[in-house]
C-alpha cells in the first residue's frame, strides 16, 4: 500500500502565504511525476503545478509567478509554496503521485486526502 499525507492548509488572508507538504510511504520503489490538483466548490479538479524526476515543472496560468513546486525525493514529499494568496485560490488541496510499487514494479497514480485551503479577509 501507498499512502500519501498532506499538511499545510489553512485560513489565509489575501496576499499571505502557506506552504503545502505532502509525503508518500509504504510499498514506493520509485516516484516518477509528484504535484497537486485543486477543487473548489461546484469546479472540477484543476491541476495546480507538477514535478517530474526530471526535467521542467509545470504551472496553471492562474498561479505562475505565486506558487513554486519542489520535491524531495530522498523523503518521497512534494511542496508547494503558495504566496500573494488570492480569494479565487480557495479550495481542497490534493497532492498526486505516480509511483512504481516495490512489490510488482507496477505503476498507479496516488493520491492524498486533500487539506483546505481558505484565502479570505
Known amino acids: 500500500q501507498v499512502q500519501l499525507v498532506e499538511s499545510g492548509g489553512g485560513l489565509v488572508q489575501p496576499g499571505g502565504s502557506l506552504r503545502l507538504s505532502c509525503a508518500g510511504s509504504?510499498?514506493?520503489?520509485?516516484?516518477?511525476?509528484m504535484g497537486w490538483y485543486r477543487q473548489a466548490p461546484g469546479k472540477q479538479r484543476e491541476l495546480v503545478a507538477a514535478?517530474?524526476?526530471?526535467?521542467?515543472?509545470t504551472y496553471a496560468d492562474s498561479v505562475k509567478g505565486r506558487f513554486t513546486i519542489s520535491r524531495d525525493n530522498a523523503k518521497n514529499a512534494v511542496y508547494l509554496q503558495m504566496n500573494s494568496l488570492k480569494p479565487e485560490d480557495t479550495a481542497v488541496y490534493y497532492c498526486?503521485?505516480?509511483?512504481?510499487?516495490?512489490?510488482?514494479?507496477?505503476?498507479?497514480?496516488?493520491w492524498g486526502q486533500g487539506t483546505q485551503v481558505t484565502v479570505s479577509s
Open positions: 514535478i517530474p524526476t526530471g526535467g521542467s515543472t
Open positions: 498526486y503521485a505516480d509511483v512504481r510499487v516495490r512489490e510488482t514494479l507496477s505503476r498507479g497514480d496516488y
Open positions: 509504504g510499498s514506493i520503489f520509485s516516484i516518477m511525476n
